[in-house]
């Protein structure tokens, strides 16, 4: 079901001090910071040869992931691509899983439909699935 490694989303403090490592000390292509307020988050990629790694930091106190950085942040999901995402979100049901939220997908931060899947259900990693 699943396919390839989308990317991996890490919770920062400083976007712009961890972005410069990630260019200057790591060597990775990094691009300029993006703001999508409407998913509450302020973000760089860092493009790799085989995927992607996404910065993320709180857009503002309302951000869902305001309270995880206040935890101290770090690794906060991975995203798989699935080639259909209602029929993936169905087996899962099918199976006892869990999807967070109304079990709809939402567009996320690709234009892409996503949906989350329960930490607990997967050893306390926050999952994604985007349709490819
Ligand atoms: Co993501």
Known sequence: ????????????????????????????????????????????????????????????????IHAFLAKGGGLHHVCYEVEDIEASRDRLLASGLRVLGDGDPRIGAHGKPVLFLHPKDFAGTLIELQQA
Do not use: W
């Not at 396919?3 to 919770?11: E, K």
């Not at 990094?30 to 409407?38: F, M, R, W, Y």
């Open 1 to 64: 079901m699943i396919g390839r490694l989308n990317h991996v989303a890490i919770v920062v403090g400083d976007l712009e001090a961890e972005a410069t490592r990630y260019r200057d000390v790591l060597g990775a292509a990094v691009s300029e910071p993006h703001a999508l307020p409407d998913h509450g988050v302020r973000l760089v990629f860092v493009d790799l040869p085989n995927t992607r790694v996404e910065l993320l930091t709180p857009f503002d106190k309302t951000s869902p």
